[in-house]
Every structure is written in C-alpha cells, then in structure tokens.
C-alpha cells in the first residue's frame, strides 16, 4: 500500500499557531486588544501591507512531569519544533528548569517562526515532603493528551510524519492540550498550600493540563508598544526585560501585561466553590543580533552590573542604558570584537531565535502574583533534564554558528534557502 502524502511540519505548525492564537484570544481577550494595538504601532495607518507581521513569534508552558515532557516533545516534532538550549531558573527563585521548542532551519523560521518555552516543574524544591508526595501522586494521575492525539502521534511516528489527510484532526486535538480548565483538579484547601509552597507549584499542579500561559506577538519597537499599552491601561511590567534600546539591537527585548486574576472553580465536598487564580498574560518581544559566546559573556556581565546598580536603587533604565554603553553599538565594531554573528561575507547580523534566562525569570516572576521569592534555588541539572527529555537539547551557539558559515554546519547550508530575517528591522 502506498504512504500517505505527509503534512509539511512548518506548514502544519503555522496552521497550528494561527488556530492556538485564536483559542487563545477568545480564552483571554486582553491578548487580542493586545494583538490589535501592536499591529498598530507595528505600522502607519496607511500601510496594512503585512497582515501577519505580527504573527506570534512563541508561547510558553509548563508542565508537571517527565512523561508530559516525552509527551510534548513528541508533539512538537510533528510541527517541525525542536528542543534547543537548557535554562535553569532556579537562580531566580523559579523551580523549573527549561529549554525552547523551536524551528532550526531558516525556512522553518521564514514559514513560521513559532515557538514554545517549555518548562518542568523541579517538584523536589517542595520543601515540605507529604505536600510533595501529594503533588507527585495528582501530576501521575492526569492524562494531559486525548486519546485520539495519541493515536495521531503513534501513526506520526510509524508513517515517519503525519498524513496531510489528518492535519485538521491533528490541529484540533493539539489544541486540547493548551486550553483552559475553569475548574481546578484540587479542592481549595489543597490549592491554597500549594500556593503557599510557590505559586508556580499551584499553577502545574492544580488543572487538568498546561495551559498555554501566554503568547508573544513580534514588535517593530518595543518602547512605543510598551508606552501604547500603558496608555491604554493594560498594566504592563514597569521596565522592560533584557538590554536597553539601542542603535544595533541585541538579542532580546520583551515585556507583558501583568497576569489576570482569573475566576476558577474548586471541587469541594458541598459542591464546588468560586475562587481565582493569576497566571495567564499577554506578551510582545523584539529580537535583535545573536551573540558570540564573547558577546554573550560581556552582556551577562554588564546586566549583573546593571541588576546591581538597580539593587542600589537607580533607576532601571538609566542604569541600563549606562551600564550597556560598554557595549559595541555598530556592525563594524560588533563584528570586529566578534560579539555577534553576521551572515557570511555581510555586515547583517543574524537575528537571535532564543531566550534569556534572566529575563525569563522575570516574566515568570512578575506574573505569578504577589508571592514574588526571589531567593536562589538549588541549581537545575541540564543532564537530568536531557534524561527526562529522552534526549539532548541542540546547542544554539552551534545553529548560529553554521548560520554565519563557521565550522562543520556550514557545509550544510543550502545557498538558496530563504532568508528569514531579512524582514526583520
Ligand atoms: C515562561 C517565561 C519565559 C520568555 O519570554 O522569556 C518566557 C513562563 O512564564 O512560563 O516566555
Ligand atoms: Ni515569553
């Protein structure tokens, strides 16, 4: 019998991202209002050439166990998505460990560039052993895929991709993963410790899945967008994550909405009870040059410099912009000190497609309610987190390195794939 005819990975996970964006907006409408103010100042009222230019660039999740991990992974290699670099945020005080579900070719990234962070809850920092236990024995219990998903992954894996013939049913059951529960898998009392132990704890443990916490359009400028929202009365965090504004923009910037304190439903022994919980939040990000491992060394000292400067009570974007003036801030500079990629033989630098743990943290941090612990957490053990993937996670620094035609990858590269980033600013 002949194969099916496969669905094209990147083409399927556009479909994907479009269909979770809708769910999403209808789930949280803040994110819409969100969507429709960025697309505003992402352009002049006159040119509505790109609809899409403010296509979700990721969204984020975090899940309880090491056979969700295996799950989702699964799951995502059907979109064409692949676990790249290892983020421990412990140091921050969040205990979970990380890495992003991405695309790794630049026509995976030009067909659609989303992508998922993906965080395991690291349940052994429960300090208190029987609430632990208790936690452990709920997350083995939940199944977090519909029966029908798991026989399209089975079929997916056995067929070596899933027959273009079951891409819708393939969408619609993905979905289920990343939606909403209004009711809570725990009683009030029990989501009321867990809370207590790290609201994040409570987040993972007490629905029936891992539902998406936000989304993350692409902006063209991140400040007027930040200043937009404020305007609007949209909360945003009052300083936005990563390095300052610059002429040659670096890595990544992004801030939020602060979370909603959502209404949600615990079952009780009289019937269920009315409560809240704050979790779910909107997002926007601009991304700018990957960095050398030197670039990336210089950054990660002049933002601990700056976090201090903060600590000592200046003002966080003075303190930024003054810290991060012993940056390069032009190509030629950038490229003589060799502190960012460029794509062979151009001075254009090669956009950055990851994340950044301490900016992470403090997204997390700052949507996770008032319960802000900031203290340091026992350090997150990439080879435990490779263990429970099944697999190790890519090294990014190799992809942008092949990208700029350094070393072995370089061989690989196709001369007339598309350039992805070329669109970007
Ligand atoms: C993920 C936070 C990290 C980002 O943009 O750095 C993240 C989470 O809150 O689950 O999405
Ligand atoms: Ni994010």
């Known amino acids: 019998m002949p194969h099916a005819v496969p669905a094209d990975p990147d083409a399927l996970r556009a479909r994907f991202s479009e269909a979770l964006s809708a769910m999403y907006r209808q789930e949280v409408p803040l994110y819409g209002d969100l969507l429709a103010l960025v697309a505003r100042t992402n352009r002049p009222a006159s040119d509505d050439q790109d609809h899409r230019l403010e296509v979700e660039r990721h969204g984020a999740i975090r899940l309880g166990t090491e056979a969700e991990l295996v799950l ?8 064409g998505l692949h676990p790249v670099g290892y983020y421990d945020l412990a140091p921050a005080g969040v205990p979970v460990h990380s890495t992003a579900f991405r695309p790794i070719t630049a026509r995976g990234l030009a067909i659609s560039p989303f992508r998922v962070f993906t965080s395991l809850l690291r349940l052994e920092l429960i300090a208190d052993p029987a609430l632990r236990e208790e936690a452990a024995a709920i997350l083995s219990r ?20 899933l027959p273009e013939a079951d891409a819708d049913a393939f969408v619609a059951e993905a979905l289920h993963v990343f939606r909403w529960h209004r009711t809570a898998a725990v009683d009030a009392p029990l989501y009321a410790r867990l809370k207590a132990a790290h609201p994040l704890v409570a987040d993972v443990v007490c629905f029936r899945g891992p539902h998406l916490n936000h989304l993350t359009p692409r902006t063209r400028d991140i400040d007027a967008a930040q200043a937009a929202m404020r305007e609007a009365g949209m909360n945003p965090k009052p300083a936005i994550e990563g390095p300052p504004r610059r002429q040659v ?5 992004q801030t939020s909405f602060q979370a909603l304190e959502e209404p949600v439903l ?14 779910r939040f909107g997002e926007i990000e601009q991304r700018g040059a990957a960095l050398t491992p030197e670039g990336r060394a210089l950054y990660d000292r002049l933002l601990a410099q700056a976090q ?20 390069p801030d ?13 794509r062979p033989g151009t001075p254009e630098p090669i956009l950055y497609e990851d994340f950044l743990p301490v900016s992470a943290a403090g997204i ?5 309610g008032h319960d802000n612990k900031t203290g340091g957490l026992a350090a997150g053990e990439r080879a435990r987190f490779e263990a429970a993937l099944g697999a190790k996670v890519l090294d990014e620094m190799a992809l942008y390195a092949a990208e700029a035609g350094e070393g072995q990858g370089a061989a690989h590269r196709s001369a007339s794939s598309p350039d992805p980033l070329g669109t970007e600013p």
């Open 249 to 253: 923009p670096i890595l990544l910037r």
């Open 72 to 79: 989702v992974a699964r799951l995502f290699a059907v979109l």
């Open 330 to 342: 032009d190509p030629g500079s950038l490229h003589e000190a060799g502190l960012a990629f460029f």
């Open 308 to 327: 201090a400067a903060i600590a000592d009570g200046a003002p966080h974007d003075d303190a930024t912009r003054r810290t991060f003036a012993g940056f």
């Open 266 to 279: 615990f079952p009780g022994p009289g019937g269920e009870a009315a409560g809240t919980h704050t979790a």
């Open 364 to 368: 997390f941090r700052s949507n996770l």
């Open 142 to 161: 939940r199944c977090i895929a519909t029966p029908r998903l798991l026989e399209l992954l089975a079929l997916a894996e056995a067929e070596g991709g």
